[in-house]
């Protein structure tokens, strides 16, 4: 059952100011550091989900150790300028979650390569309301991730990995 997600996905296309990121940290009242305003840079210019040392490597010569990205990137989840996903792997990436929006979407991950594309379609909000109703529970949402072998995985003769 395929439905077009209601959720927006424009944070593929229009970036977030940094002027308007670093008014969301006051606005949480919290310090506007460095590191802060690093990553959030950083995780500004890319499209996709990245770990803790992806985001580490990409901060170059303005970065801060491993520890204060972690420890950052908490911060800013739980203010919800960032969103965690689990691909199955063991290690937690990020993405910005831009503004207005709840950064709700799925993906589909090369077992391979680890190319991530976002999918745009979503549950109907029916079959949601359909389970909570069933069972008896309330605010249900949910995460969905799908796993496969990209083309270029494919012609290369890739074996998918075991997620």
């Known amino acids: 059952m395929k439905a077009p997600c209601t959720r927006s996905h424009l944070h593929r296309l229009v970036q977030t100011p940094m002027n308007e990121l670093t008014a969301k940290l006051r606005q949480h009242a919290r310090k506007i550091t ?11 210019q890319h499209q996709h989900p990245m770990a803790n040392k992806e985001i580490h490597e990409a901060l170059g010569e303005k ?34 979650v831009p503004e207005g929006q709840d950064g709700h979407h799925h993906h589909l991950i090369c077992t391979g390569c680890a190319l991530i594309v976002e999918i745009d379609e979503c549950f109907p909000p029916q079959l949601e309301q359909g389970l909570a109703d069933r069972h008896g529970f309330s605010q249900v949402t949910h995460r969905l991730e799908f796993f496969g072998l990209c083309g270029r995985c494919q012609t290369k003769g890739v074996k998918a990995s075991a997620s």
């Open 34 to 44: 460095g590191p802060r305003q690093a990553i959030l840079e950083v995780l500004r």
């Open 63 to 96: 970065g801060c150790d491993l520890a204060t990205v972690y420890r950052n990137l908490h911060t800013l989840e739980g203010m919800g300028l960032v969103r965690r996903f689990d691909f199955g792997d063991g290690t937690a990436r990020f993405e910005l």
